[in-house]
């Protein structure tokens, strides 16, 4: 299904691609999130800075390197959250937060989830009325039924991903307009 965006692997930029298979376009790139990964770290060192300058912890914290960045393309969930906040208003809360359980929202009607396990992101998202596995490591998007879709989500979550729910209005694209009127099979 070509109208569906899916970004494949490059190097270790997945938060890159599942943000942008989220959005179903290309919106971000690795310097605009490398750019809110430095005003994160300046934000945590001005914090840090207001219990002293001198103090052992403010000199430790300059010591270590980001938590929101590393040199092999890596982003925090705190530059995944921003970016989506800031940008499209959109919230991520944590699936099996208790917060969010109490809410007893069947995953079909949630509109997209990012997915992380240790330091890869993807996204899985509603397209019109089907649901999709955007993971760039895939070869392309991967069909999920309504049926497996809770299965999956809590297989992910044995496995020790940590699954977020997207929450707010995505931007319109094509494959969503186009997908409310078609329905597709596996794709291969």
Known sequence: ?????????????????????????????PVELSSIAHQLDEEERMRMAEGGVTSEDYC???QQPSGNMDDSGFFSIQVISNALKKVWSL???LFNSPEYQRLRIDPINERSFICNYKEHWFTVRKLGKQWFNLNSLLT??????D??????LAQ?????????????????CEA??????IRVQQMH
């Open 140 to 145: 392309g998007p991967e069909l999920i039924s």
């Open 156 to 172: 992910l979550q044995q496995e020790g991903y940590s699954v977020f729910v997207v929450k707010g209005d995505l931007p319109d």
């Open 60 to 62: 430790t914290f300059l």
């Open 147 to 152: 049926t497996y879709l809770a299965l999956f």
């Open 1 to 29: 299904m070509e109208a569906i965006f899916h970004e494949k692997q490059e190097g270790s930029l997945c938060a890159q691609h599942c943000l942008n298979n989220l959005l179903q376009g290309e919106y971000f790139s």
């Open 176 to 181: 969503d307009q186009l997908l409310q009127m």
């Open 91 to 93: 919230e991520l809360i």
